[in-house]
């Protein structure tokens, strides 16, 4: 399982922790063990980082 930090543009971020991630029309979906797990439209995200470990950041996707 990874860790998601999310960015969003009205000044927030949240960790979500899933298998994977996808953007599905308006939407970045969170997925762990293929159900979704959280959801933000895509206008409010600014940055999604995955982490393996809280110590290693990897960016994977940005605006």
Not at 16 to 24: Q, V
């Amino acid at each position: 399982m990874k860790n998601f930090k999310v960015t969003l543009n009205i000044g927030g971020t949240s960790f979500i922790p899933a298998d994977r991630w996808e953007k599905d029309g308006p939407w970045y979906k969170f997925y762990r063990d293929d159900s979704v797990v959280a959801e933000f439209a895509a206008p409010w995200v600014v940055r999604i980082e995955e982490r393996e470990s809280p110590n290693e950041p990897k960016d994977t996707a940005a605006q």
